[in-house]
């Protein structure tokens, strides 16, 4: 309430959201023992922790999810809990967008739908949800300290003891940050836990940031997303492998890197402890890591090539395994990984020589996005770790070898590599004169086209048909040639002169195969260091666990 | 140890971190009392703990200085302890650098060393010190979780429980950042603390992260950085703080923003209340913060303008007042400020409309830097905040009204704003044809020019001559003119060509006061909402409390 004083000068109160936490807090207070809410009662206690209109941040990325609270959020009455302003990294489960059906909830902020794209983009057309942004990770967790503070978290971990300590395990991912955001702003920070234990392996999260725990029906959702089986990896995959190897890692001197999900960054891992070792690499390219723990990166660690790795998150089957290397992996106390969502991305963007990642569609001057028609598939992790962070100030020899310029104040770059099939699956060209993002930002009515990493910070494309050096390029038409170089049959493929090619390929902005030394017909699946998930699991020594349904592979 | 077994696979030991700490931790075991070592044993336990070689991260900011360890370290015997490499977010206290002329350690990588920037050049050049890299702050956080991972960290909280568990208070800063790099895996983490107690006011980092606390003699240094006393503001500062709230604030509807350090930015603060209330601002810009808690704020928050206040660090005097205003800061259950430099940096980077600051050198093309002859100062936070994060994917108001193209794919841009006059003290000119920083890189072997904010990045240059809007310029040549229309009578400003600055006036790239409807005039000491430390007292209702230095002022 605004009153004024006799001076006239305001008066108001500067604990409002304080005051409304106390409100919620009481309401509850017959329901909740401790802090812990009765598994069956939890519907009710949201009905009476969420106001309408609130901000609330329910937990899933691409891997964890909080689903016994999106399922419980999905079940509560409209007529009390309703306009909510949600903000998620992952619109992964059909409830998350249950909830806005229902009028539960109204307007959305996230960073990545995958599963999900094609109902949002039909949701957003139909008027069911309210479009906020699109982000990358990182900006989605810093506008919960400036503009989108939460009202509410709902969020998942391991263990928690009756203190409200919580034990994340190895998929502590975003938990933490989520939880800072509600816990020092007065928000209410609501906890679901696989179970309730009298003493934790460690402490991920202390109690005092915690008001509600409460014991969920089944373990929290966790996906096996960084999981691929060398078992699907193709030799057109392991020819652009060997290419990256030779034409990128080791020209460049690439110590620190990122590699995104994908078969074509699945085969590079598995051809270092084989063609990385040929070419004598080992203990000079690839040592430092921040990724997730790839199943398919065993064989370079057995083999001595991985110094360190920092993981975004877990990766289900890989515990045993990453507990029993804590020299590579960050380990807590318990043994268990410790990730760590916020500092992995912070560390892709600023510490690392490279990030190498692939694309649904790319355009003439090397524009990308994974929204297609219909699809609004939102961003993850790819933006920020895919663009020169121009904050950057340490130099290391990757990034100096990028520096194109004489000038005094020249700096280097970060390798920022796009590696493609020219073709998706049925034969749908990659390149493509136009992205199919525009129409979809037409459609959906968002400010700006939903790129996913421009043109002018790839520095490197990779395809079966050869490398296209992007960064040497002087123009934006130099950059239109050299992909089109590499582009194959498709609409900018064919649009290629073969003389304009042969003086970039002298010029070192293209290079073949044969330019690397690298015969096509060496490509062959005999190269790779594991052949299938079986393979994986002997590399390890038996620690890795795969899932069920990469078991059934073999 | 590696050696081979009968299948001649490398058999190699995956713990050598855990057992190197294990053999540390045991050397240790006749000093520490459960994890307490005695006040005056540190430098015997740290003989211990230490091995030569280590990499060592020691605690301080600009603001707060683990100030008992970094004196303790400088007393060991550099016959056991040497060769340590050091990773310092700031080199501020003497002994920082008397621990590399004893011989104890012997490379740094940093990202600030104002007070003791003269020295580090010095001793460089000397031979004395070897340098690693120069990082903005998250760059630094982030290479400690890839290629600098710490064997020994050294910090500082204000309390710690028996069980290792930590209180911050206000000052939580980076600390949670670095333990987090060492305690996850295998480092050894010590924290000075200024009293053991029995309950902690709130936990900020979990006992299970905390290897040794030591009791410090006297509480950790903390300086009041951010104070500045409204007494000195001049009144070319407020036409520039009228310029900046007239011609960017109000006309690019700048919502969230960071303010560097400096009596410009302070100007700014206390013109808001004032100068921006008669333009019927209020509500509309400058609502979400990310900065320390500045005292020269408190008018305008009193006033209503701030919603929201996320903090890198503390302010010395401002505990109370923080305590009391809920609603603005984020504070923990205790009531005190709850600070994260880490998550700051990532807020300011990503999550708002602008970063406006200041330098000691602009170059003709509007290249910065705070590195002048003999100075080797680093760049602390600028560049992180201060460049255009290219993965940023969200728009607002301030980030679209940037755009200057209609290409289908064209983005916004973060308002990167620089605010000199155009002479600093001592009629030295800001604006040189050439940096100093060239000739420092060259004499301290630097891979690159040590450039604090690069030109390309900037989009505002506010002097009392007026505002350039080099954002809008097309070209390097336009750019230059544009700043050379408001340098002044430096060697850019002379080189300015009248005719040139009208048609940059009619295209907008340049204002003058007048075209910003301002008369020179009005630019007066009255209009600031608080003229001296005891306005702001006064303003605060008697809750801020400044240090004595600054209460000898009035």
């Known amino acids: 309430m605004v009153y004024f004083d006799t001076n006239q000068k305001t008066v108001r109160s500067w604990t409002k959201r304080q005051d409304e936490k106390a409100i919620k807090m009481s309401k509850v207070e017959h329901l909740a023992k401790n802090r812990a809410i009765p598994t069956d009662r939890i519907v009710e206690a949201l009905e009476l922790l969420i106001s309408p209109g609130d901000r609330v941040v329910l937990e899933g990325n691409n891997q964890k999810q909080a689903s016994f609270l999106s399922a419980s959020l999905a079940e509560v009455d409209p007529g009390k809990v309703n306009q909510l302003h949600m903000i998620m990294s992952s619109i992964s489960r059909p409830e998350h967008l249950d909830i806005f059906e229902r009028g539960v909830a109204e307007k959305i902020d996230f960073s990545y739908a995958g599963p999900q794209s094609l109902r949002v983009a039909q ?62 702003k007065d928000g209410i920070v609501i906890v679901q836990v696989n179970e309730l234990v ?128 804590p020299d590579v992996f960050f380990t807590g106390r318990d043994g268990s990984l410790r990730s760590n969502r916020t500092l992995s991305q ?3 963007q600023y510490a690392t020589d490279m990030f190498i990642g692939s694309s649904l569609q790319i355009d003439q001057f090397g524009n990308s996005s994974a929204v297609t028609s219909g699809r609004l598939s939102g961003f993850g992790g790819a933006p920020n770790m895919g663009h020169d962070p121009r904050g950057r100030r340490h130099s290391t020899p990757a990034w100096l070898d990028l520096v194109t310029s004489d000038d005094q104040l020249a700096r280097g770059r970060k390798l920022v590599v796009q590696m493609v099939e020219t073709h998706q699956a049925g034969n749908v060209p990659v390149f493509v004169e136009s992205l199919d993002a525009i129409s979809v930002a037409r459609t959906a009515g968002l400010s700006t086209t939903p790129v996913m990493i421009y043109g002018d910070d790839v520095t490197h494309v990779v395809t079966e048909e050869g490398i296209a050096y992007l960064y040497k390029a002087q123009s934006l038409e130099e950059r239109r040639h050299a992909l089109a170089a590499i582009a194959g049959v498709t609409p900018i493929g064919m649009k290629h002169d073969t003389k304009r090619t042969e003086k970039l390929r002298q010029d070192g902005l293209v290079a073949l195969p044969e330019d690397l030394g690298i015969r096509r017909t060496d490509a062959k699946r005999t190269l790779l260091a594991a052949k299938s998930v079986e393979d994986l699991v002997e590399w390890s020594g038996g620690l890795y666990n795969p899932p069920d349904k990469f078991r059934s592979c073999y």
């Open 123 to 184: 949701m957003i057309e139909d008027g069911m949800l309210k479009m906020g942004e699109i982000h990358t990770y990182l900006e989605l967790y810093g506008r919960l300290f400036v503009d989108l503070i939460p009202n509410v978290v709902l969020v998942a971990a391991d263990k928690a003891d009756i203190n409200g300590n919580l034990y994340t395990g190895p998929n502590t991912e975003e938990t933490p940050t989520i939880i800072e955001a509600a816990a020092f």
């Open 198 to 325: 009298e003493e934790l392996p460690r402490v991920d999260i202390p109690g005092s940031w915690v008001d509600f725990i409460v014991e969920a029906q089944k373990p929290y959702q966790l996906e096996a997303l960084f999981t691929r089986d060398p078992k699907h990896i193709t030799e057109l995959q392991i020819l652009m492998g060997m290419m990256a190897i030779r034409g990128i890692y080791e020209k460049h001197n690439v110590q620190s890197l990122n590699h995104g999900i994908g078969f074509n960054t699945a085969a590079i891992e598995l051809l270092l402890p084989t063609y990385g070792e040929q070419l004598g690499l080992k203990g000079k390219i690839c040592k430092n890591w921040v990724l997730n723990p790839h199943p398919t990166l065993i064989p370079a660690i057995e083999s001595g090539w991985v110094e360190s790795i920092h993981c975004f998150g877990g990766e289900v089957g890989m515990e045993q395994y990453v507990a029993a290397r």
């Open 346 to 348: 912070v560390a892709g």
